[in-house]
Structure formats: structure tokens, C-alpha cells
């Protein structure tokens, strides 16, 4: 009876052995996936590594290919055996009897599943049988499709990459169910030895012999797989916008996205790169060494380009510093803003402004800001329309002092500068003129909700459903001025000339400065699709040489502005703003911007409020200019030059025949990066004349030349008039 017993305890035991073989626990299997950052295109722009150091994507079904490869690398038996299998096991140890060492393994496939699911710990006869207990349990519970899959995903194949979804885009650049038999062979043969996955050639034509005997592939599929050359330069990881890519990971939260699709597109990344290294020995001619670009989708909030720094592995010059987020004084680019403020508060285009010598108290008692224009001259009475687009200092520092600093900031502020915290006290009149500190980043932001018609916009890098927190920032009235006047080539003329970089097939939108002391320049613009900004300096702050923003920035801004439209699709026919209905095109005096009297000599037209009161003009008089107060000693100083220094601004004792452009006393600046043929100045007069530069015929365009010039127009009457205009 006592044997009975003893038979019914071993075969208990026996049982519960087996049932703990094959019922026990396993491992946790966690599917790891590292995030894929890609462009708004598909278009891989980087591989994040995990906590591990890898590179992971978890792959739920293996290609028919794959698989293959992979017991004909692996384990041929794989589909025989229940987990082990003592064949592969006696083949082993024969092989490292002969050889004298461990010449062959005889691990399956479930076995190495195992094995790493355990973490791949040392190898003793201990962990050996632990992998073996795991392994029947593994094959207990799960399918061999399924086990196959858990091998393919956990199995290292070198580089830092784990799992056969993200070998074959790393090695491949494409999904794994693309991969030819050749390329699903060479990957197969990875994981036996995945620190030199360069060298896997001669074991891939050993897989894929055992495929072709194992009759896992036909002889044609064979041959065909033998002959091919594999390339693997597709899949190196790529360094487009290593700025860009910093910026998601710090500012994303969704790291634990298999793929993080984001707004960039990498196509015009790539052409923004490829400009700036068009411009780089212009650039160096002027001691720039770092360029940031920045292009914004007006209607979506997505950032379409931004580069940081034009260099992003250049370390003499900070290369790995982002341009794009870094404080720097904006010079000019703000003083749309103070003009925008204007407007709000009343003021229009054809406001006049002073141009003239002026003194501004500040807040230090005893201490007055006087301000200079960029040339160091004064041209007098000056519309606001031409102030801005000429980007005058002194008017619109005196625009300033009327609607008040602390309004400005304010507006600022609510534009997304974000990092304007002092008081308008500590910025003071110089705020109008860039005396702070901003980034590329919320001046395009800024500008574009210009291009907006008013309405804010909030940036964003990642493709997602965008939410409508739109606000109203400035009305449309005032945001159609601001882009009238900024796309209005002849108003700027006078200052910037014609032809250059500022000019496009299509509107646009457009303002340039430059910082004190020469530290910065800027170009900032854009269209109804885009906005364009771009920063050329150097992040030691050091100066730059005979450089601003039209010849600094202004040849990239070109460039990338055309690249940007061609990218999305704009033709550049739709109008930037739409213009408010209440405005209407009205004659205005050229000189005092009032609605023109019969003794005005000279008109143009502006677009003004339908119901705004009429004013007539009152400077004009008989062949005379009664000059108000604040202009008078500068009339008195000027009173042998055409009193309309300003552009096209005309005193009652000009001739009938006269000349409209140059202006007399104009300053022109050339932009030495530009070919001269596309920087001509258009001479013009009220009727057909004959032209004389500098005493020797010219056509009536001219092409810029450094230099004082003489402009001389002569009708058929004779009658003649002539210019001085100055050429940098």
C-alpha cells in the first residue's frame, strides 16, 4: 500500500513539475516603441534613443520575407519542436566537441525570446535552464507566428536598434513588409552578430542558402536575391533641422507617440539650408558667421522651416545655439507696431510727420533722447505712409511721443513678445526703434497677425487638430494700412531704391532693420500663405561690416520667401489683406497729406476712411508754403533746395516741369550682394524728358553707383530741373 502511495506522490509531483513548466509565470512583454520625429510629409527628421540607449518600434505582424529569413538564420527546426529542441541541441555540442570550443549555439528561437525577455543574463548552466523553463512556457501560451513576432521585436540589430520595423527603415528607409528576400536576409543575419552589421554580407549569402534548402524561396527568387546590391546609405540618420527637432522634444508631450508627426516641411528645409550656404561668402564678407529662419503658415499656425543657426555642428561660432529663440535687439522691424498703435488711435497714412531735428525728454531728469535717421539727414514734413516704408528714425520716435510708450508695449505685449517684462520707463522712445530685446520666433508670429487682418495666431510644431484661440489684436483697417504701406514699392523708393531684394512677382510685405551698433540685422515679411523672417549676426554679438538688413538678411529673406510660396502652392495673386470696405481711394496733398487745394502743386491718392471728416489743405498758398511752426528752421535751412526733401512733396514755387523721382537730396543704399542690374533707380519727371547723370546722357533707368549724383531733366521745351541724390 505504502508503494501505491509513493507512485501517486511521484506522479503528483511529476504533474505539478509539468504544470509549473508549462503554467508558470513569464516575464512581463512590454511593447516598446521610441518616438519617430517626422516632417508634416512622412519624412524622417529624427530617432529619439530610449532610456536604454536604442531605438525601438514594435512590430504587431512579420512579412512572410522576414520570417523566413529569420528561421532559415535562427532556427530551421522552428516550426518541429516545442521550445527546445534536443536535435539542434546534440548538433551543438558534437560541433564544439570537434572544434574544441563553442562553435555553434543550439538555442531556438522561443529560447532567445527568453533569453532577452530575462534581460540576457551570463551564461551558467543555471540561466540556461531558466531560459529553457521560459521557453516552454512561451510555447505553451503563444503561437509561433506570435513567438516569431516577439523575436523580431526584441532582437538587436545593431546601431542602437532593436526589433526588425526599425532595422529596416534604419538600414533601408522603408517599412519592413517592403523589404526584398536580399534585404530581409542580410537583416536576419544581424543579431548574431549586430556590432557589425557592415560586415553581414558574407552570413547574409549564408541565409540565403539555407532558404533556398530549406525551399523557404524559389531558384528564380534565389538567383535573383544572390544578384542583388544592397545600398544602405538610405537609411542614415538624417541632420535637416537639428534646431527644429530640439525644440519638439523639449516643447512636446508626446514622447511615447510611435510617431510624432510634426508641421515642418522638410523640402523647403532643405532649400533654406541650400540658400544659406549660397550666401555663406557674402555673409563672411560682412562678419556674419549664423543665419535663423523661420517660416510661418499664416492660416494654420504651423512652422513650414526654422533653422537656427545655418551651421548646426559649427563650434567656433555657437552652431548649436537655436537663432531663432535667442534675444536679440530688433532694430527697425518694430516700428510697424508703433505705427500700427497710431492708426488705432486715429492717425492714417497721409498723417504728417516730423522729420527734423528733435529733442524727447526721457525718463532720467535733465537727459533728452535726440534720435538720428539712418543717413543723418532730415527731410521735414514726411506722410507716415513714406516714414514707415522709408523707415525713418526721428518720425517715428516723434510718432512715439504722441501715442505714448506704454501703450506700445502694451500692444506689444498682446503681439506675443513675450519677454518685453520691463517697464516702458526703462525701454523708453528707443523701444519704436528696437532698443529690446526679441526673438525671430515672436516677430514672425507678430508680423503675421498682420497678415491675419489683425486676429492673433498661435504657432504650433506638431500636426494636430488646431484649437480657435484667435484675438482680436488690431482691427482690420489698421492691419490693411500697415500691410499697404509694407508692400508698396514706390513709397520705400526713396531710401531703398528699386529692383533689389525687397521686390518680388507678387506682393509682399516687407521690413528690414538693424540693431545698434551693427550687431544684428533682420528682414522680416510675408504674403496671405507665409511669413518670412530671418536674423544674420553673430551670437558673440560681435559687429558687422557695411551690412543691414537689405543687404544682410535681404538676399536670404529673397530666396527663401520665393521658396516658401512655391512650396505651398500660393501664386501670390491673392491680396495679402482684404481692404476694409469703409476705405476709399481720396486725393491728398503731397506735402501736407490734407485733402488738396487748387494751390497744391502736386497730388497723390491714399486710401482713407469713407466718412472721415474733410480737411483742405492750408500750407499752399500762391505760389508759396506757409510752413507750420515745427518745420520752419528746417525750411529755413533748406530754402535753396526743393523744400520737399521728402519724396514727392512739392513747394508752390517748384517749376511746372519738374522731376517726380529722385527725390532731391535722396539717399539711395546699393546692396552689394545683388547683380547691378536689378538695382536701377526709375528717373521720372511730369512730362517726356531727356536725362543727364553726373553730365552724360542716361536712360531712365538708371543703374545705381555710389557716389553724390547729379540728375538733370530737360523736356522738349527746355525747360529743365535737376536733383542731387546721394548713392551708398
Same mark, same amino acid.
Given at each position: 500500500?505504502?508503494?501505491?502511495?509513493?507512485?501517486?506522490?511521484?506522479?503528483?509531483?511529476?504533474?505539478?513539475?509539468?504544470?509549473?513548466?508549462?503554467?508558470?509565470?513569464?516575464?512581463?512583454?512590454?511593447?516598446?516603441?521610441?518616438?519617430?520625429?517626422?516632417?508634416?510629409?512622412?519624412?524622417?527628421?529624427?530617432?529619439?534613443?530610449?532610456?536604454?540607449?536604442?531605438?525601438? /518600434?514594435? $512590430?504587431?505582424?512579420?512579412?512572410? +520575407?522576414?520570417?523566413?529569413?529569420?528561421?532559415?538564420? /535562427?532556427?530551421?527546426?522552428?516550426?518541429? =519542436?516545442?521550445?527546445?529542441?534536443?536535435?539542434?541541441?546534440?548538433?551543438?555540442?558534437?560541433?564544439?566537441?570537434?572544434?574544441?570550443?563553442?562553435? /555553434?549555439?543550439?538555442?531556438?528561437?522561443?529560447?532567445?525570446?527568453?533569453? !532577452?525577455?530575462?534581460?540576457?543574463?551570463?551564461?551558467?548552466?543555471?540561466?540556461?535552464?531558466? /531560459?529553457?523553463?521560459?521557453?516552454?512556457?512561451?510555447?505553451?501560451?503563444?503561437?509561433?507566428?506570435?513567438?516569431?513576432?516577439?523575436?523580431?521585436?526584441?532582437?538587436?540589430?545593431?546601431?542602437?536598434?532593436?526589433?526588425?520595423?526599425?532595422?529596416?527603415?534604419?538600414?533601408?528607409?522603408?517599412?519592413?513588409?517592403?523589404?526584398?528576400?536580399?534585404?530581409?536576409?542580410?537583416?536576419?543575419?544581424?543579431?548574431?552578430?549586430?556590432?557589425?552589421?557592415?560586415?553581414?554580407?558574407?552570413?547574409? %549569402?549564408?541565409?540565403?542558402?539555407?532558404?533556398?534548402?530549406?525551399?523557404?524561396?524559389?531558384?528564380?527568387?534565389?538567383?535573383?536575391?544572390?544578384?542583388?546590391?544592397?545600398?544602405?546609405?538610405?537609411?542614415?540618420?538624417?541632420?535637416?533641422?537639428?534646431?527644429?527637432?530640439?525644440?519638439?522634444?523639449?516643447?512636446?508631450?508626446?514622447?511615447?507617440?510611435?510617431?510624432?508627426?510634426?508641421?515642418?516641411?522638410?523640402?523647403?528645409?532643405?532649400?533654406?539650408?541650400?540658400?544659406?550656404?549660397?550666401?555663406?561668402?557674402?555673409? #563672411?564678407?560682412?562678419?556674419? =558667421?549664423?543665419? &535663423?529662419?523661420?517660416?510661418?503658415?499664416?492660416?494654420?499656425?504651423?512652422? $513650414?522651416?526654422?533653422?537656427?543657426?545655418?551651421?548646426?555642428?559649427?563650434?567656433?561660432?555657437?552652431?548649436?545655439?537655436?537663432?531663432?529663440?535667442?534675444?536679440?535687439?530688433?532694430?527697425?522691424?518694430?516700428?510697424?507696431?508703433?505705427?500700427?498703435?497710431?492708426?488705432?488711435?486715429?492717425?492714417?497714412?497721409?498723417?504728417?510727420?516730423?522729420?527734423?531735428?528733435? =529733442?524727447?525728454?526721457?525718463?532720467?531728469?535733465?537727459?533728452?533722447?535726440?534720435?538720428?535717421?539712418?543717413?543723418?539727414?532730415?527731410?521735414?514734413?514726411? %506722410?507716415?505712409?513714406?516714414?514707415?516704408?522709408?523707415?525713418?528714425?526721428?518720425?517715428?520716435?516723434?510718432?512715439?511721443?504722441?501715442?505714448?510708450?506704454?501703450?506700445?508695449?502694451?500692444?506689444?505685449?498682446?503681439?506675443?513678445?513675450?519677454?518685453?517684462?520691463?517697464?516702458?520707463?526703462?525701454?523708453?522712445?528707443? #523701444?519704436?526703434?528696437?532698443?529690446?530685446?526679441?526673438?525671430?520666433?515672436?516677430?514672425?508670429?507678430?508680423?503675421?497677425?498682420? &497678415?491675419?487682418?489683425?486676429?492673433?495666431?498661435?504657432?504650433? !510644431?506638431?500636426?494636430?487638430?488646431?484649437?480657435?484661440?484667435?484675438?482680436?489684436?488690431?482691427?482690420?483697417?489698421?492691419?490693411?494700412?500697415?500691410?499697404?504701406?509694407?508692400?508698396?514699392?514706390?513709397?520705400?523708393?526713396?531710401?531703398?531704391?528699386?529692383?533689389?531684394?525687397?521686390?518680388?512677382?507678387?506682393?509682399?510685405?516687407?521690413?528690414?532693420?538693424?540693431?545698434?551698433?551693427?550687431?544684428?540685422?533682420?528682414?522680416?515679411?510675408?504674403?496671405?500663405?507665409?511669413?518670412?523672417?530671418?536674423?544674420?549676426?553673430?551670437?558673440?554679438?560681435?559687429?558687422?561690416?557695411?551690412?543691414?538688413?537689405?543687404?544682410?538678411?535681404?538676399?536670404?529673406? *529673397?530666396?527663401? !520667401? #520665393?521658396?516658401? !510660396? *512655391?512650396?505651398?502652392?500660393?501664386?501670390?495673386?491673392?491680396?495679402?489683406?482684404?481692404?476694409?470696405?469703409?476705405?476709399?481711394?481720396?486725393?491728398?496733398?503731397?506735402?501736407?497729406?490734407? %485733402?488738396?487745394?487748387? +494751390?497744391?502743386?502736386?497730388?497723390? +491718392?491714399?486710401?482713407?476712411?469713407?466718412?472721415?471728416?474733410?480737411?483742405?489743405?492750408?500750407?499752399?498758398?500762391?505760389?508759396?508754403?506757409?510752413?507750420?511752426?515745427?518745420?520752419?528752421?528746417?525750411?529755413?535751412?533748406?530754402?535753396?533746395?526743393?523744400?520737399?526733401?521728402?519724396?514727392?512733396?512739392?513747394?508752390?514755387?517748384?517749376?511746372?516741369?519738374?522731376?517726380?523721382?529722385?527725390?532731391?537730396?535722396?539717399?539711395?543704399?546699393?546692396?552689394?550682394?545683388?547683380?547691378?542690374?536689378?538695382?536701377? $533707380? *526709375?528717373?521720372?519727371?511730369? *512730362?517726356?524728358?531727356?536725362?543727364?547723370?553726373?553730365?552724360?546722357?542716361? +536712360? %531712365?533707368?538708371?543703374?545705381?553707383?555710389?557716389?553724390?549724383?547729379?540728375?538733370?531733366?530737360?523736356?522738349?521745351?527746355?525747360?529743365?530741373?535737376?536733383?542731387?541724390?546721394?548713392?551708398?
Amino acid at each position: 500500500m505504502k508503494s501505491w502511495g509513493y507512485w501517486v506522490a511521484g506522479l503528483l509531483g511529476v504533474v505539478g513539475l509539468v504544470l509549473w513548466v508549462r503554467l508558470g509565470p513569464i516575464p512581463v512583454i512590454t511593447p516598446d516603441t521610441t518616438p519617430t520625429i517626422v516632417d508634416r510629409n512622412g519624412i524622417v527628421l529624427y530617432e529619439p534613443l530610449s532610456a536604454a540607449g536604442t531605438r525601438n /518600434e514594435w $512590430l504587431d505582424e512579420v512579412p512572410a +520575407s522576414v520570417a523566413n529569413a529569420t528561421i532559415a538564420a /535562427e532556427d530551421r527546426r522552428f516550426y518541429h =519542436h516545442a521550445g527546445i529542441d534536443p536535435i539542434a541541441i546534440a548538433r551543438a555540442v558534437v560541433h564544439d566537441v570537434v572544434h574544441l570550443r563553442a562553435a /555553434e549555439g543550439g538555442s531556438t528561437i522561443t529560447q532567445q525570446v527568453a533569453k !532577452m525577455l530575462l534581460g540576457s543574463p551570463p551564461r551558467t548552466i543555471a540561466s540556461k535552464l531558466r /531560459e529553457a523553463v521560459i521557453a516552454l512556457r512561451l510555447e505553451h501560451r503563444y503561437t509561433k507566428r506570435q513567438i516569431l513576432a516577439l523575436y523580431a521585436n526584441l532582437a538587436p540589430y545593431g546601431e542602437q536598434t532593436i526589433g526588425i520595423a526599425r532595422a529596416s527603415r534604419r538600414y533601408f528607409g522603408c517599412a519592413p513588409e517592403e523589404l526584398t528576400v536580399a534585404q530581409a536576409a542580410w537583416l536576419a543575419s544581424l543579431p548574431q552578430r549586430p556590432s557589425t552589421p557592415r560586415r553581414a554580407l558574407a552570413r547574409q %549569402r549564408q541565409v540565403l542558402g539555407r532558404m533556398h534548402a530549406l525551399h523557404l524561396i524559389t531558384d528564380g527568387a534565389y538567383r535573383e536575391a544572390r544578384a542583388e546590391r544592397l545600398s544602405l546609405d538610405r537609411g542614415i540618420q538624417p541632420v535637416l533641422a537639428p534646431h527644429f527637432v530640439e525644440q519638439i522634444r523639449r516643447r512636446s508631450d508626446s514622447q511615447s507617440d510611435r510617431l510624432i508627426r510634426t508641421t515642418l516641411d522638410a523640402n523647403l528645409q532643405s532649400s533654406v539650408r541650400g540658400i544659406i550656404t549660397a550666401e555663406r561668402a557674402n555673409l #563672411l564678407r560682412h562678419g556674419a =558667421h549664423s543665419v &535663423a529662419v523661420a517660416v510661418l503658415d499664416n492660416q494654420t499656425g504651423e512652422w $513650414l522651416a526654422w533653422e537656427g543657426s545655418g551651421d548646426y555642428f559649427g563650434s567656433d561660432f555657437g552652431g548649436a545655439i537655436d537663432g531663432v529663440t535667442t534675444l536679440r535687439q530688433p532694430g527697425s522691424t518694430l516700428k510697424p507696431f508703433t505705427y500700427a498703435l497710431a492708426f488705432e488711435q486715429g492717425f492714417t497714412p497721409a498723417t504728417v510727420l516730423a522729420d527734423v531735428p528733435s =529733442h524727447f525728454p526721457t525718463a532720467e531728469e535733465g537727459v533728452a533722447y535726440t534720435p538720428r535717421n539712418y543717413d543723418g539727414g532730415y527731410r521735414g514734413p514726411l %506722410r507716415a505712409r513714406l516714414a514707415l516704408a522709408g523707415s525713418e528714425n526721428v518720425p517715428a520716435v516723434a510718432l512715439l511721443s504722441k501715442v505714448g510708450a506704454p501703450a506700445l508695449l502694451l500692444l506689444l505685449r498682446g503681439a506675443g513678445f513675450r519677454d518685453l517684462t520691463r517697464t516702458a520707463d526703462y525701454y523708453g522712445l528707443g #523701444l519704436t526703434l528696437g532698443d529690446a530685446e526679441v526673438t525671430l520666433e515672436q516677430l514672425v508670429t507678430a508680423y503675421a497677425t498682420f &497678415a491675419r487682418g489683425g486676429m492673433s495666431v498661435q504657432p504650433r !510644431m506638431l500636426r494636430q487638430p488646431a484649437t480657435d484661440n484667435r484675438q482680436r489684436v488690431l482691427n482690420a483697417r489698421t492691419a490693411f494700412w500697415i500691410t499697404d504701406i509694407l508692400s508698396d514699392p514706390q513709397a520705400r523708393e526713396f531710401i531703398f531704391g528699386r529692383g533689389g531684394n525687397l521686390e518680388f512677382p507678387f506682393p509682399v510685405a516687407v521690413k528690414t532693420g538693424t540693431s545698434q551698433a551693427y550687431h544684428d540685422n533682420w528682414t522680416i515679411g510675408y504674403t496671405h500663405a507665409v511669413t518670412v523672417g530671418v536674423w544674420v549676426g553673430n551670437f558673440d554679438r560681435s559687429a558687422l561690416r557695411n551690412s543691414s538688413g537689405v543687404t544682410g538678411a535681404g538676399p536670404i529673406f *529673397h530666396s527663401v !520667401m #520665393l521658396a516658401a !510660396m *512655391h512650396r505651398v502652392g500660393a501664386s501670390g495673386e491673392t491680396p495679402i489683406v482684404d481692404r476694409p470696405d469703409d476705405l476709399e481711394q481720396q486725393p491728398i496733398c503731397a506735402l501736407s497729406g490734407l %485733402r488738396p487745394s487748387t +494751390s497744391c502743386p502736386s497730388t497723390e +491718392s491714399e486710401w482713407l476712411p469713407r466718412d472721415a471728416p474733410v480737411e483742405f489743405c492750408s500750407w499752399h498758398h500762391a505760389g508759396r508754403v506757409a510752413w507750420p511752426p515745427e518745420y520752419r528752421e528746417w525750411a529755413d535751412a533748406h530754402e535753396r533746395r526743393t523744400p520737399a526733401s521728402a519724396p514727392r512733396a512739392l513747394a508752390g514755387r517748384e517749376t511746372k516741369f519738374r522731376i517726380t523721382s529722385p527725390p532731391n537730396d535722396a539717399t539711395y543704399l546699393v546692396d552689394p550682394t545683388l547683380h547691378r542690374e536689378f538695382q536701377s $533707380l *526709375h528717373l521720372r519727371a511730369t *512730362h517726356d524728358a531727356t536725362w543727364l547723370v553726373d553730365g552724360k546722357p542716361a +536712360s %531712365r533707368e538708371w543703374p545705381l553707383r555710389a557716389g553724390k549724383h547729379t540728375i538733370v531733366a530737360t523736356n522738349g521745351r527746355g525747360e529743365r530741373d535737376g536733383v542731387t541724390i546721394t548713392v551708398r
